[in-house]
């Protein structure tokens, strides 16, 4: 718990996950203790196969078959059900990956209104929120567009909108501009953590790249499956 008697959004306890791979266990995450505190971004720096996408899993919740405990806004993963999980996804989480993955029959509004209904959100307050979120990232003359209408930085960026759109508490997001050339990269970062630092959301942003993790609030190395 931080100073002001604030406890953190996230905080892992004894992370472990393993895997049989050939008869052989590998033990990816061997560990792993990490508290983030509210409105914290910080960067996960690892090489590729080290972890970090395992680590992400993990705190998203989306995937079982890991040790230790995960405490999301005061209250454990481990000692909820599905049900109570889903909520905890849906209510504290949101998330960014290096793919977009937007869904191609609908526009960058539309991509970023759907996650605000499906967490039971009018209409018109999703789409003022998604609009809100597209003019902040500099998107507000393509709403209308559809994905293959748009760059690949522009449908970063709209992804990145519909990650935010339900106002998580903290945000993952993994190799978020590692699909984008450097100075796209550059721009989309920069346009990520000033949106995130004005929403007051906390981010775990994995990357592999100390450049932009140098960026970030404060920086975490996965190494050998324990954080340094």
């Given at each position: 718990m931080n100073s002001v008697g604030v406890p953190p959004v996230v905080e892992l306890r004894q992370l472990t996950r393993s895997f049989e791979q050939g008869g052989v266990r590998i033990d990816v995450l061997r560990g792993v203790d990490l508290a983030i505190q509210p409105g914290e971004i910080v960067g996960l720096l690892g090489p590729s196969g080290s972890g970090k996408s395992t680590m992400l899993q993990a705190v998203g919740l989306l995937e079982g078959g890991f040790g230790g405990e995960i405490v999301i806004g005061g209250q454990s993963a481990e000692k909820s059900d599905a049900q109570a999980r889903t909520r905890l996804r849906r209510d504290h989480l949101g998330f960014v990956?290096?793919?977009?993955?937007?869904?191609?029959?609908?526009?960058?509004?539309?991509?970023?209104?759907?996650?605000?209904?499906?967490?039971?959100?009018?209409?018109?307050?999703?789409?003022?929120?998604?609009?809100?979120?597209?003019?902040?990232?500099?998107?507000?003359?393509?709403?209308?567009?559809?994905?293959?209408?748009?760059?690949?930085?522009?449908?970063?960026?709209?992804?990145?909108?519909?990650?935010?759109?339900?106002?998580?508490?903290?945000?993952?997001?993994?190799?978020?501009?590692?699909?984008?050339?450097?100075?796209?990269?550059?721009?989309?970062?920069?346009?990520?953590?000033?949106?995130?630092?004005?929403?007051?959301?906390?981010?775990?942003?994995?990357?592999?790249?100390?450049?932009?993790?140098?960026?970030m609030d404060r920086v975490v190395r996965l190494h050998e499956g324990l954080l340094e």
């Open positions: 990956y290096q793919f977009h993955h937007l869904l191609p029959d609908f526009n960058a509004r539309e991509n970023v209104v759907l996650p605000q209904l499906v967490a039971d959100k009018p209409r018109s307050k999703a789409e003022e929120r998604a609009e809100e979120l597209l003019v902040a990232l500099g998107l507000e003359h393509r709403m209308t567009h559809r994905p293959s209408q748009l760059s690949g930085g522009e449908q970063q960026r709209v992804a990145v909108a519909r990650g935010l759109a339900n106002r998580p508490a903290l945000v993952l997001a993994d190799e978020p501009t590692g699909n984008l050339d450097e100075a796209t990269s550059d721009r989309v970062l920069a346009q990520f953590l000033q949106l995130v630092r004005g929403e007051g959301s906390a981010a775990l942003v994995a990357t592999h790249n100390e450049r932009l993790a140098s960026r």
